[in-house]
């Protein structure tokens, strides 16, 4: 089946910086990359997805790409908040056998400071 | 529209206990997951639906059983608890975008603590 891997497992950033989350990917089957983002003691939300046929995808401060020969994706957060301080999954879905499946990187720990 | 709702929200069990947790959603999503979440662990897969009936293994599928009679309930049992069973567990349901791909929304949590 499908493996995603997320780096790195911690980041802390200062306020006003950047912050970049990387993923790889083994299945070359997966077509769709979503990015969910978890607030401490909630649920984690959908917050940006790509496509494999796209390379590129921005929504306000945040982006992400995808290099489809290489397997791997990266979420790009400019001008960091505060708020942005949370827990980010990468995951990977794929077609065929494994199709409604999602796979999740293991988070990465975003910190903001003020 | 709730979306996804889990119940209960918390419960302490004690070992050798059993229970069953409820997951509903009411957006007719035809995909339904049952996730664990531990510190450092990420979201891991227990078990998983793809349709009323259907009901199929994920990662880390021992000590759990799961139902999907009802195409909006999706239930999580477990049969003989362990301590090693306490984590935080979320519901999520999902439907197949256009172009492919799933999109899932996930419930509050319930948090289980086995003693």
């Known amino acids: 089946g499908e493996n995603v891997e997320q780096h790195p497992s911690t980041l802390s950033v200062q306020e006003g910086d950047s912050a970049v989350i990387k993923c790889t990917y083994s299945?070359?089957?997966?077509?769709?990359f979503p990015w969910y983002k978890q607030e401490l003691g909630k649920r984690p939300q959908l917050i940006i997805d790509i496509r494999s046929n796209v390379g590129e995808k921005k929504d306000q401060r945040i982006a992400v790409t995808l290099n489809k020969t290489a397997k791997h994706f990266s979420l790009h957060i400019t001008e960091t908040q505060p708020e942005d301080s949370a827990v980010y999954f990468c995951a990977a879905s794929g077609r065929g056998s494994t199709l409604g499946r999602l796979y999740f990187g293991r988070g990465t720990q975003l910190t903001v400071w003020p | 529209n709730a979306g996804v709702t889990q119940t209960p929200k918390f419960r302490v069990l004690k070992t050798g206990q059993s229970m069953t947790l409820l997951c509903a959603q009411d957006?007719?999503?035809?995909?339904m997951y049952w996730y664990r979440q531990d510190p450092g662990m990420g979201l891991r897969l227990i078990h998983y639906?793809?349709?009323?009936?259907?009901?199929a293994k994920g990662e880390v599928p021992d000590g759990y059983n799961v139902s999907r009679l009802k195409k909006q309930n999706f239930l999580l049992g477990l049969e003989s608890a362990a301590p090693s069973q306490t984590s935080v567990y979320f519901c999520?349901?999902?439907?197949?975008?256009?172009?492919?791909?799933?999109?899932?929304?996930f419930g509050q949590g319930t948090r289980l603590t086995v003693v």
């Open positions: 639906s793809v349709g009323e009936g259907t009901t």
């Open positions: 999520a349901s999902s439907f197949m975008k256009t172009g492919g791909g799933t999109e899932a929304f």
């Open positions: 957006m007719n999503h035809e995909y």
């Open positions: 299945d070359s089957a997966s077509n769709y």
